[in-house]
């Protein structure tokens, strides 16, 4: 899977990504044992706090890609743009290569699920209370 794919679906308008859920992204490159079973966490999580996330798969092509797009590893997984590991934003390593993640449990091939579903529900939050749905309501 070279590129970017779909999971469920793709962007249609503020109101109706405000019903759907948060932006997900599953950022990984060919050849990663992790990345599967990340999906998989991500859908998980989403079902236990009952958001579905539009989740999207970016493949990386190569280091320059991984550079230009901040990869810190795969798997990698941002909701709404944003990395769902705290303090994720203050790293700069950025390249083609296994993504160890250090949580609470130790050293992981993949991010806590508490902080996926923190990030998508502080995500699902922020769009329900953007959407404008919720403009006129009092």
């Not at 948060?22 to 060919?30: K, Q």
């Not at 493949?59 to 909701?79: I, N, Q, T, Y």
Request: proline share 5%; glycine share 8%; aromatic share 8%.
């Amino acid at each position: 899977m070279r590129g970017e794919h779909s999971v469920s679906g793709a962007y249609d308008g503020a109101a109706a990504a405000a019903r759907r859920g948060p932006l997900g992204e599953l950022l990984y490159f060919e050849g990663c044992p992790s990345w599967r079973t990340t999906l998989d966490l991500i859908v998980e999580s989403g079902r236990d706090i009952d958001v579905q996330p539009r989740i999207f798969l970016v493949a990386m092509a190569d280091e320059v890609e991984a550079r230009r797009r901040k990869f810190l590893g795969s798997p990698s997984v941002r909701v709404d743009g944003v990395d769902v590991e705290p303090g994720a934003d203050e790293r700069s390593e950025f390249a083609l290569a296994c993504r160890i993640y250090r949580g609470e449990a130790g050293a992981s091939k993949q991010p806590e699920s508490c902080w996926v579903r923190e990030s998508l529900e502080h995500a699902a939050s922020y769009r329900a209370s953007a959407s404008p749905l919720n403009w006129f309501t009092t």
